[in-house]
Nanobody, 126 residues
Framework: VQLQASGGGLVQAGGSLRLSCAAS????????MGWFRQAPGKEREFVAG????????YNADLVKGRFTISRDDAKNTVYLQMNSLKPEDTAVYYC????????????????????WGQGTLVTVSS
């Protein structure tokens, strides 16, 4: 399985970006795709996750209604639409795939995810 993340860049505070993560290789409807981010000097944190078969989960404290995760089954691609971006959203954003989710739950723990994309940098200027 390979994951290719893209869509990062430099944006002003209040702006928007849409991240994409294309999955190639073995993917099944039971897989879960997640987005994580890691800011300089901080630990990696869960942002959002979605099942290929439907259902999603957000880090509510982080997202606060600003981000939306979605998928395109035909393209094996997951998106993260980020609106009202803030300087504190600056981080490297990673997509990840969990091919053996426990009880079908979208995990917030990075150790649950088996494959990772290379990361895409999002920089939000004030």
């Amino acid at each position: 399985v390979q994951l290719q993340a893209s869509g990062g860049g430099l944006v002003q505070a209040g702006g928007s970006l849409r991240l994409s993560c294309a999955a190639s290789g073995r993917t099944f409807s039971t897989d879960i795709m997640g987005w994580f981010r890691q800011a300089p000097g901080k630990e990696r944190e869960f942002v959002a996750g979605i099942r290929w078969s439907g259902g999603f989960r957000y880090n509510a404290d982080l997202v606060k209604g600003r981000f939306t995760i979605s998928r395109d089954d035909a393209k094996n691609t997951v998106y993260l639409q980020m609106n009202s971006l803030k300087p504190e959203d600056t981080a490297v954003y990673y997509c990840a795939l969990d091919y053996a989710p426990q009880m079908g739950i979208v995990s917030t723990s990075s150790v649950q995810y088996d494959y990772w994309g290379q990361g895409t940098l999002v920089t939000v200027s004030s």
